[in-house]
């Protein structure tokens, strides 16, 4: 009785200790990451004037708004509740819109009263066969446009350079054509993600061809997880883009529309683009399954002609190697000689035949 509670508590103790690592394990994924510092920025501009502030309280930035210039206003980082609810009753955004900034979101387009609000998502590269990416959301109003990121850093360096500069026809315009410029540079860089999946592709295929062998089954697999992301991704902004076009709330000026439009004839060339990726994908797992079933049926071939060569050589070691007393050729002085002979013959021979019959 004492051995039994001995190894009882022996496995309580084990259990209690395995528990604890889990729970710590788990802490350990869970932590917190160190958010980023929150940057703010303020671009205000017409076609003569251009103002630029950067790491002003939100209070402040909010008192600097004019009503007579573009006023856009880029947050990065919606960590800092605080602030993205501050810009949320300076503007009287909608209490969803504001719960929807910091939720996982497919790209849709929302009209109210005083402002339009779109989102989608912003691709960057392809790191590791992973698609590094953060959603994007913006509030359209008549004189200003919000923009919320996740996270620092963005693809709108050149955009700003050239509002900066007054270059191109975007200090011309009004915050609609901003949202247009901003959504086209977000749509053209899924060209580039597509053209890195296009890329793995051929690489893959290559691979296969040389030496297949499982990571290239797993890079096949991420590529299609990917693959499933965009279409999730692409199809529903492609819904939106549509509904963009035919706004009739009055945010989107009708001389505008039509760069609108040709940013949904885009993400209509990304989807055919995305679905031909798909079937080369899906292609891709039919070449890998059938090399490796014609370099088992090579690896068979060669064994068969291995073994069947053997067949007759066994044959005659079986033979000769019978204990018989009277067996005559067990006495002749140039037997074994004799035997090896006709043995490397049926070799020769079966070999020449196998390739007249170009079996290997």
């Known amino acids: 009785m004492a051995v039994y509670t001995r190894v009882l508590t022996i496995f309580r103790n084990y259990r209690f200790q395995k528990n604890l690592n889990r729970l710590k394990k788990n802490a350990h994924e869970n932590q917190a990451i160190p958010a980023f510092k929150v940057i703010l920025e303020l671009f205000q ?5 251009f103002y630029s502030f950067d790491d002003l309280p939100i209070d402040e930035l909010l008192k600097k708004q004019q009503p007579n210039l573009v006023n856009w206003i880029n947050l990065d980082g919606l960590h800092d509740k605080t602030i993205v609810q501050k810009i949320g009753d300076y503007y009287s955004l909608h209490s969803l819109l504001v719960e929807d900034l910091s939720n996982d979101q497919q790209p849709k387009v929302e009209e109210y009263d005083d402002y339009l609000f779109f989102t989608l998502k912003m691709l960057y590269r392809i790191e590791a066969n992973v698609i590094d990416y953060e959603q994007i959301s913006f509030v359209l109003g008549r004189n200003y446009l919000i923009s919320f990121q996740e996270k620092a850093g963005d693809l709108f360096g050149a955009l700003r350079d050239r509002i900066r500069l007054d270059q191109g026809r975007v200090r011309k315009k009004k915050a609609d054509y901003l949202l247009y410029r901003l959504i086209d540079i977000i749509v053209d860089n899924y060209y580039v993600v597509l053209d890195s999946i296009g890329q793995q592709i051929e690489q893959i295929e290559d691979d296969i061809y040389k030496h297949p062998s499982g990571h290239e089954f797993k890079k096949i ?14 199809y529903p902004l492609r819904d939106a883009m549509s509904k963009l076009t035919k706004d009739e709330s009055g ?12 940013i949904y004839y885009h993400v209509a060339h990304l989807i055919d683009s995305l679905d031909t990726y798909k079937d080369l994908t899906s292609g891709l797992m ?16 060669v064994l068969t002609v291995i073994s069947t060569i053997f067949i007759p050589l066994t044959f005659i070691v079986g033979v000769y190697g019978m204990n018989f007393e009277f067996m ?13 002979g006709i043995m490397l013959l049926i070799v020769v021979g079966m070999i020449r035949y196998f390739k007249y019959k170009k079996w290997f």
């Not at 005559?328 to 090896?340: I, M, N, Q, S, T």
């Open 45 to 49: 501009y017409d076609e003569r004037e």
């Open 221 to 234: 697999q991420h590529l299609k997880k990917e693959l499933i992301y965009l279409r999730k991704a692409l």
């Open 251 to 262: 945010f989107i000026d009708s001389s505008n529309a039509r760069f609108f439009s040709d």
């Open 286 to 301: 039919d070449i890998y399954i059938n090399t490796l079933n014609t370099r088992m049926n090579e690896v068979m071939k």
């Open 328 to 340: 005559p050729e067990l006495h002749w002085k140039a037997g074994y000689l004799f035997v090896w």
